[in-house]
Structure formats: structure tokens, C-alpha cells
């Protein structure tokens, strides 16, 4: 068995030393390990202890209040309101009965819906979002055990449709939808605040483990350039021509000329902002009829979520800017100011008019038939003479009349501080031939927005300065200081202050004693131009009628554009929208006098 | 040479009452964290909170038992066991393959016992260590520097390399196979004067790890081999978070959010699920959040202590086969606590493998304690 001989015993020895060795080794390996471990936990602390509490704390949002939309007369246009959301958590219900039967009380839902999330083993299961605050406090005064209400924002129109399609609304997460809402959500939109808590790596909350809380911050507050007054005066303007003459639509635009502050912008049928996804009567019928034509159950159904949806956003399209038109003789003004401009013509050349203009081998007729007869240029744009105009774009020649049409800037969008402005559609230059040219001249053969249309107009009569259509003006935090007041780019000279006074001068004589008498209004210089153009498909007996006015009319100030879409009856601009414009004016223009408006 | 019995002056010595005192605490801790780290996810999964602690304690008794039990057992007899030790492991390992074996998470390591289940791996390395223990001193009786012919080699080596094989191949328990090939390096290591052959070992291990981290830094591994995966992830273990690495970084978090002085006992996060099964191999994370820097020092002071205490009993000892035990004993202890701790702070790849008296381990902690029966049986047979 064990014997020890020399060998062994030797043996033994080295042994003895190469245990030493390896147990040496051995804690030199862990004292190397706790170093290792000492650098992990104190210079590695930081970044792991970040990354931990990243996995460990979940984040509750707390929303923060939307900025309020607020018109220059200082009157709130969208609010928010206090409404709670109800939720319940499962683990601490103690008494499922009669939670069930409160809620579903309380909140008008059914019982078998209140019990499904109840008993549902889930760590918050949200009942009702967007109840009334009163609703919510009487269920917070029954204390409930596992009852959670919330208090949350949500979005409240005082005006309900006013300005509907110029303010927008927002989504459920409040977020802007259309409208201003979208355009400056980075500013109405707060900063959410958030309630940390620990929890475990299933989400469960744990308990008297404490919770971090950041303050949310509230939107910034928007003010804009709408006048509630003038506002409200045109809607009812444009409801009652809506009405009147069973239009498709009216639209009512109301513009600071020199600075582009949009004033009021109109455009019935609008929606009602505190309830945007239920379509309006308008909408109700087309949506019936679409419906009848499906057979099918299922597919009928899938259909009509999606003509639903189509025609919310019919309804929700603001026409003044996300569709375009063919001006028809608004447009004269343009081609009276790169005649002016260009020196194709002047005030006093003289025409004439024998009812219609031969171009190559059209034959295009003037709106009066027998025709005008002689005039010179002031009396036709006073008659809105397509052949005078005609001649008169023959003359700047296509490739000029591009180029003014390029100056004028109605090439490209306005910039207007609202989403989905639509492009304008015009021929390609080297497309323009003789035909072409002469149906520009009078305002047809391409099409533009009609804020694009007074947005270039405004800057023919105002001395040359193309200004950039605008509502907001500033926004403000909610201790009154202003963040930031907005400045929108403004291109100069355009045209010449001559051509501008003698734009001014003509346009007031069609107001004073030309097509657009019914523009005219007692006390003031008005100016405008009318305008009626057939809609495509030509033939369908569909028009446009349409009034551009200004005042006053030797300094302009403000102009109004009022479009009324497919009249039933009379269809003349003259005859129907220049009377909407110079009701609009007679309350407008004292008004703004009176409150010193500049 | 006459042979002529040892008298031993066992009655005149006492045990190692300091490696005693260290190994209970080492085990009451680790009841004490092994019931910190998993009560909540017992409560969770068992309704019990202290379900994986009273397992425990159940094996810990046990385990008691056989240290006690080793401390009277004349440990010289085991020399017998020697070649059936090597035999009885092989076929217990064998034997997971039989309807016996049970699979858990995935891997087929456990023979069931009815009333409890077994790791014959656990089993493996004390008779390893006893069969190496044994066979060296014989080798050294049969003549000079037999232990050095390739033959000595062979007879050393053979049987712990078989049994390391099948661990790998039938457990696929690599950190096992390590273990034992590791225990049976360092017994080789002290039982032969030669330095040169474990330097030239070494170094060129080195050389190849690192070859191997320069291979794979470089290398995609999108659709590489499972080990491969391994080693990418524990060289940038951040960018594989959600998958390989998860583990590992998970024990990272816990480990840097404890700081200095620790979350406090109970305090954890990381035990709340996210770093699942934290009471097995990454034990050692959560008293570095809990306890802090000062409790990890603590505790890899505690295995210097061990380990020191060991080498000290095993230069001591009279009788070949005895040191040579202690020595295999203190390799074990060694290996383990460095690799857990290695794995634990990403210094190496993830590899499952516990610490020992602390982690969660039926098995593992009844051998352990019998080791230290012997260990301590043999501390009261130094001179």
C-alpha cells in the first residue's frame, strides 16, 4: 500500500511546491476576478444602472393640455376640455359584482362588455376613454376598490363647424388630424409627461417600490389671423348662397392684401369640429346610394368603410386650397397686368369686339354674342371682353405670358400654413400654341387654387409684393410669453407700381360701372373683377361663379374672393357672387375701420 | 523497501475548524441568497416563496450528512473505489440515456430517483479525483518517473478524458467536461516536477483563444454553429441583447446597478424575472446588486480562504493519496468558483456553470459537502 521511498518522498516535496504554485494561481485568478468585478460595479455603474432602470421602470404617459387655437380678437376657436378615462385593474378588485354593475351603470355600456374586461386577467384594462368629468368624478366619490379614472384632455371646439376646415381637429391621441391642428402640431402639441414605476419583467407593477413623476407641459397657445366676427359673418353668408342657389359648395375667402393674414376663409358645407366622423346630411345621401348598389353582405360592408372613409375626406377637403378650378375672367387680371406690364397694351387702346375672335382655326366666342363693339381696354375689362383679352395675350406672345405667368408666381404654391395645398396644372410651355394661349388669357385651359388666384391678384394691386397667405401669427406659452412670432417670406416687385395703379383704377371701374356693380358698395372704393367659367366637361351646363373684391380700391386693404360652385338658377358672377361680396363688405369694411384694423 | 503501516496521530489533531467555518458560511449564504434571488419568481411559478429554498435546504441536509459521514469514513479505503468509481460514473452517465434519464430546459443531464433526481456529472468529478489520487500514488510506488512515460500519461489521463467525453457527447455538458479535464490537469500539474509541458500548454491555449476571438470578431455569424454564436456574443454582448447574450447581459445590469454598497438584501430588480433562474449559475450577479461591490469582495475573499485552507491541509499531509485528494478537491473548487465568476462579468463566454455551496444544486451541493467531509477528515491526519 502507501510506502514512502526516496522517490516519494521527493516527490512529495515538488508536490508541496506545485500545490502552493497552483493554489497561487488560482487567487491571483480571483483576486484578478475582483478587480474585474470592482471595475464593472464602479466604472461600469453608470452605463449598467442606466440600462437597468430602462428595463425595470414602465412609463405611464401623463397627456399634457394642447395649445388653444385663439383668433385675433383674443376669442378661443379650439379649447380643451377635461374628460376622464376609466380603467380597471384586475389585481385589486375586490368586489367584481358590483364594479361590474356600477360601470356599466355609470357609463351606459353594456354589462356582458363591462364584465369581458373586468375578468380579464390583465394588469390595466381601460372601460371608457373620454367620459364626462362629472361621470368621472361620481365614479372617483364611490371609491371603487380597482377602479382607476383618469383625468385626460381632449379636444373641445367652441364654435363647433366655424372655420371647420381651417382649424382641423384631432385624433384620439390628440394629434392633429387636418387643418391648423396639423400644420402646428409642433407647437400645440405639449410634452407628455410620464409617471415611472417599477415593475417586473412581465410589466406587473410592484408595489412600495415608489414611482418617478415628470410634470407634463402644455402646448403652446396659436394665434391666428382669423376674425371671429368676420368669420362667422361670412359663413352665413356663404350658408345663405348655399342655400339660395343649391350650390355645391361656396367658398368665402377674406385676405389682408398687403400682408397675406387670412381673415376669414369659408367653405360650406362644413363639418361640425366637436363630432368630425359622422358625414353631414350632404354626404349621408351619397353614402345611402352607394350602399344600395352592393349585393353582397360582406363586401358590401368592406365597401362601406371605404366609401365611409372617402367621403370623410370629401367632407373634411377644404376647397379654397386643396382643390383647384378654372378662374375663368378673374384671371382677366393677370392678363391685364402682363399686358400693362409687358407693354402690349395700355388703358386706352382701342378694340373691337364683333361677338367672337377667329384664333388659327378656332372660333372663339365673346359671352355677349352680338358683341361689344368698340371699346378701348378700361371698357373691356369693365365688359370682361374675352375677345379684347384674347387679342391682348396674342400680343404679350406665349413664351412672354409664360414668363409673367412664372413671375407672378402662380406657378407655384403659395405656402399657405395649411396641409395638402394642391399644385397648379398648367400646359407645358413649348405646349402653348396660339389656341392655347388664347383661352389662358381668359382664364381657362389649366386650373389653380383659388387662394393661389387672390394670393397673386393681391400682389398685382398692392404694389408688387407676392405675400405668402397665412393664419397662425404667433404662438404663446401658457404664462403668456411669446415663443415665437411667425414670418412668413414675401417676394417684392412682381410688377410695377404702375401697373398697380392702373390695375387698381380699372378694376374699380368694373365695380363702379362695369360687370361687377354688384360689388358695389356705399361709402367705399371697391374693386373686383367677376368671373363665371363653365366647369369641365364643357356642355354639362355646370358653372363657377365667382366675385374677386378689394377695398379700398385706391389703397387696398382687404380682398374677398367668394366662389359659389355649380348655382342652381342664375349662374352669372356678376348676379350672384358679387352681391355675397358686397353684403360681406358692408358689414366688413366699417367693422374694420372701426376696430382700426390696418 | 520495507513497507511498514503509517501511524496516524489522528486522536491528537482536530479538523480544520476554519475551512469548516468558512464552508458554513458559505452554505448559510448561500440558503440566504438562494431565497433572496428566487422567492419571487417562486411566488410567481410555485405559489410558494420559499419553494427552491427548501429543496435546497433539504439537499444542504443531506448533503451535511455526507460531509459528516466523510469526516468518520476512513478515507484511506477509498483508494479501493478507485477504478470502480471511474465505472460506476461512466455508466451512471450512461444510464441518462435509459427511460431514466430526465430532460430539463432542454438538456437530458438528471437521472430520476423517484423520490429525487440525480446528476451523475456531480458524481464524476469526486471520482475522478479519487481515481486520480489514487492512481498517482501507486504510479509513484511502482518505480521512479513512471508517472512521466507516455504510458503513466495514458493510465492518468485515459479515464478522465473518457469520462469528460461522454459528459460532453451524452449530457452535452461542456462546463462539466471542463471541470473534470481541469481537475485532472492540476492533480497532473502537482504530481509531476516538470513545468515546461504546462507553460508550452498554456501559452498555446492562449495563443489559440485568441486566435479564435480575431477569427470570430471579424467573422458573420449570422448562420454559424451554436459556439461560434457563443463567443460573438460574449465579445459584444450589447449588440445580441435580445437573444445570446441576453443572459449575460442581463447579470451585467445586475452587476453594474449594484455599485459600491448594493440594492440592499431583497432589493434586487434584476431577480424579478429578468434575469431568469437567477438562483443557478447567475448567482453571483445578484449579490453584486444586492450586497454590492463590499458583498462580492466578501465573498471571493471567503474562496481565497477555501482554497488557501485546502492547500495548507494538503501540504500538511503525511500520506500521498490524502494530499492528493485535498488537491483535487481544492482544483475543483478553484475551477468552479473562477469560471462562475468569469461567466458572471462576460470575462469568458457563457458557459452554465454554479458556484459552488452558493448556487441552487441538489446534487452539486451533496458532493461538494462530501468533499469537504473528506477534506476535513484529512486535516485531521496532518502533522
Sequence with gaps: MAGINSTGRRNMTVQKRKTFVLCSLSVIALLLLGVRVGYLMIFCSEHYTELATDLHERERDIKAARGRIIDSTGTVLADNKTVCTISVIHSQIEDPETVIEVLSRELGLSEEYVRKRVEKYSARERIKNNVEKAVGDKIRSLDLAGVKVDEDYKRYYPYGSLASKVLGFTGGDNQGIIGLEVSYEEYLTGTKGKILTLTDAKGIELDGMGERRREPEAGKDLYVSLDINIQQYATQLAKQAYETKQAAGVSIIVMNVNNGEILAMVDVPEFDLNDPFTLIDEFQIENVQTENLQTEEGKQEEKKQESTQDLLNKMWRNGCINDTYEPGST???????????????????????????????????????????????????????????????????????????????????????????????????????????????????????????????????????????????????????????????????????????????????????????????????????????????????????????????????????????????????????????????????????????? | MAKRPIKFRSSKHNMDYVLLTVVLFLVGFGLLMIYSTSSYEAAVEHNDSAYYLKKQATSTLLGFVGLVFMTKFPYKLLQKFDVLAIIVSALLIIAVLTPLGVTRNGARRWLNLQFTSFQPAELAKIGVIIYLASIIQRLECVGKNVIRTPKGIAIIFAPPAVIAGLIYIITSNLSSAIIVMGIAIAMLFVAVPDYKWFIIGAVSITVLVFLVVLYVSGADTTDSGFRLARVKAWLEPESYSTDRAFQTLQALYAIGSGGIWGKGLGQSMQKRGFLPEAQNDMIFSIICEELGLFGAMAIIFLFIVLIWSCMIIANKTIDRFGSLLVVGVMAHYAIQVILNIAVVTNTIPNTGITLPFISYGGTSSLFLLMEIGIVLNISKHCK
Design chain 1, 331 to 598: 384671371f382677366k387680371i393677370i392678363t391685364a397686368a402682363a399686358g400693362l406690364e409687358s407693354g402690349s397694351v395700355t388703358l386706352q387702346d382701342n378694340f373691337s369686339c364683333p361677338g367672337f375672335i377667329i384664333v388659327d382655326d378656332r372660333k372663339i366666342r365673346c359671352h355677349k354674342v352680338a358683341g361689344h363693339g368698340a371699346e378701348d381696354f378700361t371698357h373691356a375689362v369693365m365688359n370682361s371682353c374675352n375677345p379684347v383679352f384674347i387679342t391682348v395675350g396674342l400680343r404679350i406672345g406665349a413664351q412672354k405670358y409664360y414668363e409673367y405667368f412664372t413671375q407672378f408666381g402662380l406657378k407655384q404654391k403659395t405656402g399657405i400654413d395649411l396641409p395638402g395645398e394642391a399644385a397648379t396644372i398648367m400646359h407645358q410651355p413649348d405646349k402653348i400654341g396660339n389656341v392655347e394661349l388664347a383661352t389662358i388669357s381668359f382664364g381657362q385651359s389649366f386650373q389653380i387654387t383659388p387662394i393661389r388666384l387672390m394670393t397673386t391678384v393681391a400682389g398685382l394691386i398692392n404694389g408688387g409684393k407676392l405675400v405668402t397667405p397665412h393664419f397662425g401669427v404667433k404662438a404663446v406659452n401658457s404664462d403668456g410669453t411669446i415663443v415665437e412670432e411667425f414670418t412668413y417670406p414675401i417676394s417684392e416687385g412682381i410688377v410695377s407700381s404702375d401697373t398697380t395703379e392702373k390695375l387698381r383704377y380699372v378694376l374699380e371701374q368694373v365695380v363702379e360701372n362695369g360687370g361687377g356693380k354688384n360689388g358695389y358698395v356705399e361709402g367705399f372704393r371697391v374693386g373686383g373683377k367677376t368671373a363665371t367659367s363653365q366647369t369641365l366637361p364643357r356642355g354639362s351646363g355646370r358653372y363657377i361663379a365667382s366675385f374677386l373684391g378689394f377695398a379700398p380700391a385706391d389703397n387696398p386693404k382687404i380682398m374677398a374672393l367668394a366662389i359659389i360652385d355649380t348655382p342652381q338658377g342664375t349662374y352669372y358672377g356678376g348676379q350672384i357672387a358679387a352681391p355675397v361680396v358686397r353684403q360681406l363688405f358692408e358689414n366688413v369694411l366699417p367693422y374694420l375701420e372701426e376696430i382700426g384694423y390696418e
